[in-house]
């Protein structure tokens, strides 16, 4: 779907460019996919064809779009400054024919041609048999940068430490600092399930709160402020600064997690709490599962200053055994900013997938189904004002081929506070969230009022 904003000061024609070649930059058009033809994009967009050619020859004369006569405009089958993509072997037989879920990643969403190129560059050079007990140096250093830039973080390479996920993270940060064994740490919800049930099998004392009102006394705080899994709720600018306010007074430690909040689709981007502690006391850990896909398993920790040394007291003899070769692609990704203009292209194709979840939610379920997330992260979450329970409600759209993710298991005791559903962008294209919103509300249809 494209959006076209007639009030904006961009040029339509522009308009038009930028989101198709977002569609083709991120995989959402493959190489050789036929484009829709300038008479139909035209018709349904309410555009002159000529607003459509402009576009089209702008694409064509970048290489991104082939005219064949006869034929029309396709994708071109060897994208501008880019390496040959390899045949692609068959993908297994999806278990939803709408697949609103996270349970399997097709990766049509990645920059396949970006990373071979970097990893090109990487095999040339080679990569050293052991690595620091932080990680690569130089993707440390890749990463003060990326760090600084979207989220206003100012750290050393030193203070990263780069991990396979959050579980090996919370290994080390119950190491770093021994009061969480004794003092427990207070975790919000909802939050992602591992990120409350790691704490046990580390021997910390954990408490749950829902509200920054009313926090219970811990040594340190776990929560997600920035479009938090599943409930997509964010913190302010002005509730970010008093809650650092709050730890700063008592001296507790936090970690802060930020793993879908690196695109937003409306304003600026708020920094994150560690900024306004200065870093002290804070844990900050991040990924790139919205980004790249939960598979690449490389998450980054920033640790507090003041516990560098004792990280390196415990660790330094470690070698950090995650992979050295992604390391090294992924810091040639950011050095050359093919990762910061893929981002700037997904965020183009999930805030219009966003967008369109909630135009056809709205058409099809009116208020009995109400989005509850702000404009950021790769899902929607949808509040249910519906009597039967969740667990009934998704069974229903099972039996009709859509999977949703259920996020009660992100309460504890799954006791949510209220019925949601999750709905990830990444696996939908635009024809099949129309399609199974409407297949979804057919499958409901018994249970509206």
């Given at each position: 779907m494209f959006l076209i904003d007639r009030q904006a000061t961009e040029q339509i024609y522009h308009q038009l460019y930028r989101?198709?070649?977002?569609e083709i930059e991120t995989g959402v058009r493959q190489p050789g996919q036929v484009v829709p033809s300038t008479r139909y994009l035209a018709q349904q967009l309410s555009l002159?064809?000529?607003?459509?050619?402009?576009?089209?020859?702008?694409?064509?004369?970048?290489?991104?779009?082939?005219?064949?006569?006869?034929?029309?405009?396709?994708?071109?089958?060897?994208?501008?400054?880019?390496v040959a993509s390899p045949a692609?072997?068959?993908?297994p037989r999806p278990k939803y024919r709408y697949d609103f879920t996270e349970n399997y990643d097709y990766l049509r969403l990645f920059p396949v041609q970006a990373w071979q190129a970097a990893e090109q560059r990487v095999f040339q050079r080679g990569v050293a048999q052991i690595q620091p007990a932080n990680g690569d140096l130089g993707y440390c250093e890749q990463l003060v940068n990326y760090l600084a830039l979207l989220k206003n973080l100012h750290v050393q390479p030193e203070q990263i430490v780069i991990t396979s996920g959050f579980n090996e993270a919370a290994g080390i940060i119950a190491q770093l600092v021994p009061a969480f064994h004794d003092q427990g740490l207070a975790v919000a919800e909802p939050i992602a399930p591992n990120a409350r049930s790691?704490?046990?099998?580390?021997?910390?004392?954990?408490?749950?709160?829902?509200?920054?009102?009313?926090?219970?006394?811990?040594?340190?705080?776990?929560?997600?402020?920035?479009?938090?899994?599943?409930?997509?709720?964010?913190?302010?600018?002005?509730?970010?600064?008093?809650?650092?306010?709050?730890?700063?007074?008592?001296?507790?430690?936090?970690?802060?997690?930020?793993?879908?909040?690196?695109?937003?689709?409306?304003?600026?981007?708020?920094?994150?709490?560690?900024?306004?502690?200065?870093?002290?006391r804070c844990f900050y850990y991040t990924n790139f599962d919205e980004i790249l896909g939960a598979s690449l398993c490389m998450g980054i920790l920033v640790i507090p200053e003041n516990l560098v040394g004792?990280?390196?007291?415990?660790?330094?003899k470690l070698p950090n055994r995650n992979s050295q070769l992604q390391q090294q692609v992924l810091s040639q990704l950011i050095a050359n900013d093919d990762l910061e203009?893929?981002?700037?292209?997904?965020?183009?194709?999930?805030?219009?997938?966003?967008?369109?979840?909630?135009?056809?939610?709205?058409?099809?379920f009116g208020s009995q189904v109400e989005a509850m997330d702000v404009a950021a992260g790769s899902f929607v979450t949808l509040r249910l004002h519906l009597?039967?329970?969740?667990?009934?409600?998704?069974?229903?759209?099972?039996?009709?081929?859509?999977?949703?993710?259920?996020?009660?298991?992100?309460?504890?005791?799954l006791q949510p506070a209220y019925p949601s559903i999750v709905m990830s962008l990444r696996q939908m294209d635009d024809a099949h969230i129309v399609d199974g919103i409407r297949v979804l509300a057919d499958a409901w249809q018994q249970f509206l009022v």
């Open positions: 989101q198709l070649r977002a002159s064809r000529n607003t459509v050619d402009h576009a089209y020859q702008d694409l064509v004369a970048e290489g991104y779009l082939v005219s064949r006569p006869g034929s029309g405009y396709h994708v071109a089958n060897q994208l501008p400054f880019t692609l072997s068959a993908v790691v704490w046990q099998t580390l021997a910390v004392p954990v408490t749950q709160f829902r509200e920054l009102a009313t926090l219970p006394d811990a040594a340190g705080y776990v929560l997600s402020p920035t479009h938090n899994f599943p409930s997509g709720a964010g913190l302010t600018a002005i509730q970010r600064q008093k809650l650092a306010a709050w730890l700063q007074e008592r001296q507790r430690y936090l970690v802060e997690l930020d793993t879908d909040g690196n695109l937003t689709y409306s304003g600026q981007p708020t920094p994150a709490i560690h900024h306004y502690l200065g870093g002290e004792r990280y390196q007291v415990i660790y330094g203009r893929f981002m700037r292209q997904l965020t183009i194709v999930y805030a219009n997938r966003r967008q369109l979840v909630l135009n056809t939610v709205r058409d099809c009597k039967q329970p969740v667990k009934t409600l998704i069974a229903a759209a099972e039996q009709v081929g859509v999977g949703l993710v259920d996020p009660d298991r992100c309460w504890s005791n």
